[in-house]
């Protein structure tokens, strides 16, 4: 039962990393996009760059990914090929090799810090040397021992102490 739920968290896990690997090459594809095909749209408008419509480019881009791409490749542009794959490369490394938020640091056990807080563990508490182990009855009279006034009698608990 414990390693059908471990196979499954891994699948979670490997299904979140591709879902995550997906949604960066669909968003740094569309930023190589946009800067492949800057260069030949400033050729283009050369004779009047301040005039040049800047934005319907861009919405064009993004409006039509795939088209632009397959124009791309058609013109065999170097700059579209070179970014494709560096986008490709930089994603599979950010999902695959990078770790994740949760490493040592998120269990206090591996290091200390103010206001951090476990519970112990009994190789800790249960020391040799330092702890003793008492019989219950022992341990009973010792309490009653320590509860003893003075005089050897019972105190009620509360003492009120003249000046």
Same mark, same amino acid.
């Given at each position: 039962?414990?390693v059908?739920?471990?196979?499954?968290?891994? +699948?979670?896990? !490997?299904?979140?990393?591709?879902?995550?690997?997906?949604?960066?090459?669909?968003?740094?594809?569309?930023?190589?996009?946009?800067?492949?095909?800057i260069?030949?749209?400033?050729?283009a408008?050369?004779? %009047?760059?301040?005039?040049?419509?800047?934005?319907?480019?861009?919405?064009? %881009?993004? !409006?039509?990914?795939?088209?632009?791409?397959?124009?791309?490749?058609?013109?065999?542009?170097? +700059?579209?090929?070179?970014?494709?794959?560096?986008v490709?490369?930089?994603?599979?490394?950010?999902? @695959? @090799?990078? #770790?994740?938020?949760k490493? #040592?640091?998120?269990?206090?056990? #591996?290091?200390?810090?103010?206001?951090?807080?476990?519970?112990? &563990?009994?190789?800790?508490? @249960?020391?040799?040397?330092?702890?003793?182990e008492?019989?219950?009855? &022992?341990?009973? &009279?010792?309490?009653?021992?320590?509860? +003893?006034?003075?005089?050897?009698? #019972?105190?009620?608990?509360?003492?009120?102490?003249?000046?």
């Amino acid at each position: 039962m414990k390693v059908i739920i471990k196979e499954w968290i891994l +699948l979670k896990v !490997m299904g979140i990393r591709l879902l995550l690997m997906a949604f960066l090459l669909a968003l740094f594809e569309l930023i190589v996009i946009n800067i492949a095909g800057i260069l030949p749209f400033l050729a283009a408008h050369k004779a %009047n760059i301040s005039g040049a419509p800047f934005m319907a480019f861009v919405t064009e %881009n993004l !409006m039509n990914p795939i088209g632009t791409s397959t124009n791309m490749i058609e013109k065999k542009n170097p +700059l579209f090929f070179i970014g494709s794959a560096a986008v490709i490369v930089l994603a599979v490394f950010m999902v @695959f @090799f990078t #770790k994740g938020g949760k490493g #040592k640091y998120e269990l206090a056990d #591996k290091y200390g810090v103010h206001g951090s807080s476990r519970f112990a &563990q009994n190789h800790e508490i @249960f020391t040799h040397g330092e702890t003793v182990e008492v019989p219950a009855k &022992q341990l009973m &009279q010792d309490l009653e021992t320590s509860m +003893l006034d003075s005089k050897g009698e #019972k105190g009620s608990g509360l003492r009120l102490y003249e000046k």
